[in-house]
């Protein structure tokens, strides 16, 4: 990949992919870490090897946040890892009131519910505005699919938020 494309696609992508990193994360250094990985990978792949750059990004930061995820499970069973993730949003101020801290927690709640495919769906169309086309490249499942499970998904999310927040 030349300098200037890669240049041009931190400067284009480096926001979102770490707000990606860190909704799997939830720990701002090890999503900047994935990105960072990704992006060094990006930089080794010889000259029109990645053809849609950023999906590739998109399914490189993916596949290192399932990694990172799947050595912090084994080290926490080994009793290795001591220290809880940060909650924190990067860049994130602080929230107005407590009725807005509730209805917050209420809906991530509910989101974690949902299975890991559809929360990633989600987040690529919700959080990091990506077409179906895009999303079916990165998740690597047909445009008509991603329609299907983001339509699904955000019935039930709707569905248990409602029925929560009637509690």
Not at 60 to 77: G, M
Not at 118 to 140: D, F, G, P, W
Request: aromatic share 6%.
């Amino acid at each position: 990949m030349q300098r200037d494309e890669l240049t041009l696609l931190l400067t284009e992508l480096e926001a979102p992919l770490l707000r990606y990193a860190w909704r799997f994360l939830q720990d701002e250094s090890m999503a900047k870490d994935a990105v960072q990985e990704a992006f060094i990978q990006l930089s080794r792949q010889k000259p029109g090897k990645v053809i849609h750059a950023k999906a590739w990004l998109y399914r490189a930061v993916h596949n290192k946040c399932i990694n990172i995820l799947r050595k912090n499970s084994r080290r926490s069973e080994t009793g290795l890892d001591c220290a809880p993730p940060t909650t924190a949003h990067p860049g994130s101020a602080p929230d107005a009131g407590i009725k807005h801290d509730e209805t917050r927690a209420l809906l991530m709640r509910c989101f974690s519910e949902l299975t890991p495919r559809e929360r990633e769906i989600i987040t690529l169309k919700v959080e990091c505005n990506k077409s179906y086309q895009e999303i079916s490249q990165v998740m690597n499942v047909s445009v008509s699919n991603v329609g299907f499970i983001l339509h699904k998904a955000m019935k039930q999310l709707k569905q248990k938020f409602n029925e929560e927040y009637a509690k």
